[in-house]
């Protein structure tokens, strides 16, 4: 049973750093692509940032560029999401996906077939 966890949230001042991680098992996510999404109280899931099953892609959020960075181990079947400068805006439950086929590359919600259960990120003024 594939299982994707989470870690690495909290509650952190403005300015502040926080780095995320999700450890996926069940199977080898190695050929996959993966990402981070966010959803804050009353509005939409969107995007973070998507990394390519190699890891030679990236693809961020507007909101997010310069300041996150999406980073894989395959070794460890591992994603991971470095938050610097963090702004009260960037408060959410934050989510890592995968894709649900191999090899391609997105960054909507829609063509992830597995999620974590999420992880809180409160960034205080």
């Known amino acids: 049973q594939v299982q994707l966890v989470e870690s690495g949230g909290g509650l952190v001042q403005a300015g502040g750093s926080l780095r995320l991680s999700c450890a996926a098992s069940g199977r080898t996510f190695s050929s996959y692509a993966m990402g981070w999404f966010r959803q804050a109280p009353g509005k939409e899931r969107e995007f973070v940032a998507a990394i390519s099953w190699s890891g030679g892609s990236t693809s961020y959020a507007d909101s997010v560029k310069g300041r996150f960075t999406i980073s894989r181990d395959n070794r460890k079947n591992t994603v991971y999401l470095e938050m610097n400068s963090l702004k009260p805006e960037d408060t959410a439950v934050y989510y890592c996906?995968?894709?649900?086929?191999?090899?391609?590359?997105?960054?909507?919600?829609?063509?992830?077939?597995?999620w974590g259960q999420g992880t809180q990120v409160t960034v205080s003024s």
């Open positions: 996906a995968v894709d649900r086929l191999p090899y391609r590359f997105n960054t909507t919600p829609t063509p992830y077939g597995y």
